[in-house]
């Protein structure tokens, strides 16, 4: 029986026409939407997705904020293999697997790309997302990416940074898109245990089952100007409680104030940014010079020999009471 389709679009359900698309500029020309400045493609690039005039950050593609971040440019994939299956066999408006080719057209794999890299000189495994691809949502493959990158940072035994971009959790592999929150989260587990830190830079938008998983645990998470980051959109929440929300409504500069932020941080920065805290976090550990030989630095040899001491008079001490603990019992 051949499947029905179902519609997903909301304007559709209420008879709205959907949002107009800005009108194409001739050639490679685009147009800042805030403040309406034209700038051709080599500035765009130039510029990594930000515009010069006002600062407003444009979307990126996972590929292109890599070449950013990396040393020279150069990083080695993770999981580039791994591609989606349809065990659903889920259909919208068209099937899922005509969605994945439509998006892989677009350049790339899935909405996770991973890759091991050096930022200022410091090794680093990044899990980057890709909102071109089906709305940077989270299907099998991009938690098996997420994975398979902390893995290899474990065993690197470095830092794992991470840029989130996504609409949630992808709905057409149903539960089992739902099931990478957890795996995502059990991989920064095993993070964690091997004592390495999880940088987050949160990008606009990272919404849904993302920002409820592994978006939000990082020890150091900074966030792009004007991204929004929230479980639901305000469109949702004001659709739902016919409330009016504030305009700054879940904007990475709202999250700095109320702490869900450590810092909003321009585009253009952030690789000397991430490159510094990388720096600190990671230093190798430092050998750190005794009690005794403090005190004879600062002259004070009387204090050191005291102090030199110490550790022979406590063994003397503890052998003494374990030794005549059992006569204490008369035994
Ligand atoms: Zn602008």
Redesign the pocket.
């Known amino acids: 029986m051949a499947r029905r389709p179902i519609s997903i679009s909301i304007d559709r359900l209420r008879g709205r026409a959907p949002a107009q698309k800005p009108a194409k500029l001739p050639g490679d020309e685009r147009s800042?939407?805030?403040?309406?400045?034209h700038f051709s493609a080599q500035e765009f690039a130039r510029n990594v997705g930000v515009?010069?005039?006002?600062?407003?950050h444009f979307p990126l593609g996972a590929r292109a904020r890599l070449d950013h971040m990396a040393d020279g440019g150069r990083w080695t994939p993770i999981g580039e293999e791994l591609r989606a299956i349809d065990p659903l066999q889920f259909v919208d408006l068209q099937p899922y697997p005509e969605r994945i080719r439509s998006a892989e057209a677009k350049g790339n794999t899935e909405a996770l790309v991973c890759g091991e890299l050096a930022i200022s000189g410091q090794t680093c495994v990044a899990a980057i997302m890709d909102f071109g691809f089906l709305g940077g949502s989270m299907g099998s493959v991009v938690g098996e990416r997420f994975a398979r990158a902390a893995d290899r940072a474990v065993e690197l035994g470095c830092p794992l940074i991470t840029v989130t971009s996504s609409g949630g959790a992808r709905m057409q592999e149903g539960v089992l898109a739902l099931m990478q929150m957890a795996k995502s989260i059990v991989s920064l587990d095993e993070l964690n245990d091997a004592g390495l830190p999880f940088i987050v830079v949160l990008a606009h938008p990272t919404t849904g089952g993302v920002w409820a998983s592994f978006a939000s645990l990082g020890d150091i998470t900074y966030a792009e100007p004007g991204a929004l980051i929230a479980f639901s959109g305000p469109r949702v929440i004001e659709q739902t409680t016919r409330e009016k929300l504030p305009s700054d409504f879940g904007l990475a500069e709202r999250q700095l104030e109320h702490g869900h932020v450590d810092s909003v941080v321009d585009r253009r920065e952030l690789p000397a940014r991430l490159g510094s805290l990388l720096r600190i976090l990671h230093q190798p550990p430092r050998p750190v010079p005794s009690l005794a030989g403090q005190l004879a630095a600062n002259g004070s040899e009387g204090a050191a020999r005291i102090a030199r001491a110490l550790p022979q008079l406590s063994r003397r001490l503890r052998d003494r009471v374990l030794g005549e603990g059992p006569q204490r019992g008369g035994q």
């Open positions: 800042c939407p805030r403040c309406e400045t515009c010069a005039a006002c600062g407003h």
